[in-house]
């Protein structure tokens, strides 16, 4: 067995406008170039604690149990839903996305029965809709999604669909993946009792260490389970005995990515989340600006735009996959195409953390406009990137 | 909630010596310190296929599922064993450490009934005991630990136990966490069915992304489940669709650390995987002939003396604590203690991959040497350097 023969590693410095990841600020790739320390290291300890301080500030949350899950999203999303649901119970999931559909999965395989709210793919869940489905499955959990990563699509009212699920006695886990950072999230004050996330969205951080956030009622539904979680890994009772007071072994923290988490988190802080908040909303609002001024449509209605991925709907005469191919090999940039009912329908663009920046997006929307132009679609590019200026 | 005010992170340079993480190689740091691509980006497609590559030339095997998880050592340990074992599987491990009792723990969860096979913690199992308890209880599937992470025992014959496993018509599970890269190992010459390991101990790669290995055995019996695992985040049918010719997206790949694992790889092949085995032993061999010369003992008998991590029995008149702390606090070394049945009576000294080098362990033994005889342990701290200096 010959040694491969593989040579150095020389990525591509590739604009990043996909549904993630998003590009890393390079404090942050700095923050993991440096020495290594154990994960029971006394210098690790503290930082474990200061991670944690963080991540409660851009939940906007006071909860214990706030931490990184040692793996990328769906590893902190599973640790939610894998936790909470306890074999028997009703999960009330989303039928409008990729990731309702994930969480139907994760929520079976820990045993719980799944029923479902419908909505089109690239509409929110309307409320009535929700109360409906409380009424006839009185599920004992529901979980959605703020802000879907497969269509592009923000769902405008979270603290709604909570108190729905409260007055009927049911705890809630809400997908912020595409939201932490980026959106207005308020996890105390919406009441949310689980909500997960990733670090290589809004958050622009390499993955590897996920967001999770519980409050007590899903704190203390999980210290009563009847059985134990089904993953030993992503075991939270477990996991809060390492990251709380007791500084338990349970497995090997990723030391790097958590260095790394932390400093994406203080630029978070120096920015300060409102200002964050604001800032995707006039710098991806200033790509929308463009991309109408193209004559290009929006996918999502108007209280549904997500500023974080934009849905795009693909103009007549062109197809997705030329688009994207033509922006990564003549200009660096990745965006992404619709997936299952969307699938050849929509582009998504992303905005997120430290690539929502006026530069990123008045490069897309000229190397957009001149693609779409060149493949004989009527636009103006020149239009579109002053009416991108102007927005911004 | 304000904003929390953390410093500018600026971790400690530890003589990493312990059970892991061990010290990384400034490349490692320097393939991750790079711009991030898209998990899905043309470029990371080839970066995965290369990984496996390494993989393979690491692990001795032509497995085709033979990929990196998603997360640090404890993740590709589930996923190997959360996939092969179903519910009613027969699943026999082992009594002699701490991770025995964790597969005990995965095992149960995905479903399967446990029964053991008894060693004393420090020893290595015994061929006859495991025949016995194949003949006993006809176990569908065998664990056990090449390296024994928490007592720093080497289970010599690993090949004859697979044998008795196989003419049991049972398939295998090896835990190769502290072994691969550091100690041999061949997969395929060996029959191993299932191995997973880490990065950051004998491949001296942050954590993060953790080595995995499957035969066509283990896949078949996988691909012929009646019911899913029981983790959608580690389920390997889909984790291989991702990996292999497929690149269906399942999830978020850690792309950062799977750079650096890549990098870190590439190091062992440059160095050669036997040259590297011998490494061990010599560097290795010479802090042994240090300790030993300094008149302490080593707790495992010759034949099961683990080169990568050495368990040394706490000498009389002094506490493993004040050892530890001393050795980080005046030399900015971390050795690790024992646990379980062995807690407080030995001390764990890891000796792998770029920690294992001739400065580390003449270090190590210069400084274990002037603490214990300050604490009034009668050594001779010159005699032990300069046994360790004529090992070397």
Redesign the interface.
Known sequence: ??????GE??????V?L?P??S??HPRV???????????L????VD?MD?VQ??L??VF?T?NEWTLPV??????S??AGI?NLVEPGDTVLVPSNGYFGA?ME??A???GGETVRVDAPWGEPLDAVDVQEAFNEHQPDIFGFVQAETSTGTLQPDVSELVDIAHSHDALTIVDTVTSLGGVELHVDDWGIDVSYS?A?KCISC????SPLTLNDDAMDKILSRET???????DLAELEDYWGDNRSY????????I??L??AL?IV??E??EERWNRHLRVSGALKSGIEAMGLEMNSRDDAWLPTLNAVRVPDGVDDDTILRRL?EEYNI?ISAGLGDLEGEILRIGCMGHSARAQNVLYLVDALGEILDDEGVDVSPGDAVAATSDAL
Chains 1, 2 share one sequence.
């Not at 067995?1 to 593989?6: A, K, S």
């Not at 134990?228 to 992503?234: Q, T």
């Open positions: 067995m010959e040694e491969p023969n593989v590693l020389k990525p591509p410095e590739r990043l996909g993630g990841p590009n890393v790739l700095g923050a993991m170039n440096t020495s290594i320390v154990g994960h290291d006394p210098y690790f930082i200061e301080d963080l409660r500030y906007r006071d040692s793996g990328t999203g769906s590893a999303m599973e894998s994930r999965s994760m079976q395989r820990a990733a290589q390499p993955p590897g260490a134990e979680p089904r993953c030993w890994y992503l349970h497995h090997t923290a990723p030391v790097t990515n260095f790394g932390r400093e203080r802080a120096e300060g989340i990564v990745e």
